[in-house]
């Protein structure tokens, strides 16, 4: 199975989107499927995670790495 980077996926769903969708709403929308949210991060980080400035947050990683292994 092929893996896409944070940015890529972000970029990808982005140029697809509703012209109402924002980074921010597109990257709350991607974290909840893992119960996370941006709320308590800085508000530059869904632009930074899209260019691929900043790393996903270690929080969602876990969240991710959890709900991948049940």
Do not use: W
Request: proline residues 4%.
């Amino acid at each position: 199975m092929k893996r896409l980077c944070f940015g890529t996926l972000m970029h990808i769903l982005y140029q697809a989107r509703n012209q109402k969708v924002t980074n921010d709403s597109l990257c709350d929308a991607i974290f909840s499927s893992y119960s996370q949210t941006t709320n308590s991060f800085d508000t530059s980080l869904p632009g930074h995670l899209k260019s691929g400035r900043n790393n996903v947050p270690p929080d969602v990683i876990i969240a991710a790495t959890n709900e991948n292994q049940h």
